[in-house]
């Protein structure tokens, strides 16, 4: 399987607790976004790479979370002191430069107890 | 201004329909303008994508048609199929700043046998 693959699927997790999302892209990818998606609506942008360089950051994105692609190519977001909000898929998506079309990931579910 | 606005919320329609979906937007600025369709457990995965310069734009039984002065765009689906039952997102990146993309809050289409 050459897609976008991201582990875990599905993550429970208790209030206050650390947790870490890995994201493998079509390995030509140069460019990896993170989306959140909460039930019933679109995926919103967190973050996006570039090779390593981490090039832009919503808002939505807090200090509790953060993201790296340390080689420029798997990327890891961690989300630090877990709160019930958090829970929602978290989406990666890779492409590469030019074309727009963005290749997503089946997500990671999180659950925060 | 960076929204995008997409109604109806849920579409139900029987098989051989054509079931129709809007979005409105705001920023002038966007230039690009995919639909994503999303199945339970899954990813979203680009269906069809329209830039402004044209008016509409087959692929299959999909057309998005764009109204550039009214700032809105449709998906249509010629001859639906219990197939195409999935929850669709429209979506509008602009220039530069990584092409992250805005989306739509998602149509969940049935199409009934």
């Known amino acids: 399987d050459t897609g976008v693959s991201q582990d875990p699927r599905h993550k429970i997790t208790k209030r206050g607790q650390n947790v870490t999302f890995r994201c493998d892209p079509i390995s030509e990818h140069n460019r990896l976004y993170w989306y959140r998606q909460t039930l019933g609506q679109g995926p919103e942008f967190l973050t996006y790479f570039q090779n390593e360089a981490q090039l832009e950051k919503s808002r939505l994105l807090s200090d509790r979370f953060s993201a790296e692609r340390p080689k420029g190519s798997f990327s890891t977001l961690e989300i630090q002191r877990t709160e019930q909000g958090d829970s929602a898929m978290y989406l990666c998506?890779?492409?590469?430069?030019?074309?727009?079309?963005?290749?997503f990931g089946e997500g990671s579910r999180l659950t925060v107890l | 201004q960076q929204q995008v606005k997409q109604s109806p919320q849920s579409l139900i329609v029987q098989k051989g329909g054509i079931p129709i979906i809007n979005c409105a937007y705001e920023n002038t600025a966007f230039d690009y303008f995919p639909w994503y369709q999303q199945f339970p457990g899954k990813g979203p995965a680009l269906l069809i994508a329209?830039?402004?310069?044209?008016s509409e734009k087959k692929e299959g039984r999909f057309t998005i048609s764009f109204n550039k002065s009214a700032k809105q765009f449709s998906l249509h689906i010629m001859d639906s199929q219990p197939g195409d039952s999935a929850t669709y997102f429209c979506a509008a990146s602009w220039p530069g700043s990584a092409r992250q993309l805005t989306f739509g809050s998602g149509t969940q289409l049935t199409v009934l046998p």
């Open positions: 998506a890779s492409s590469l430069a030019g074309p727009r079309e963005l290749f």
């Open positions: 329209i830039r402004p310069d044209v």
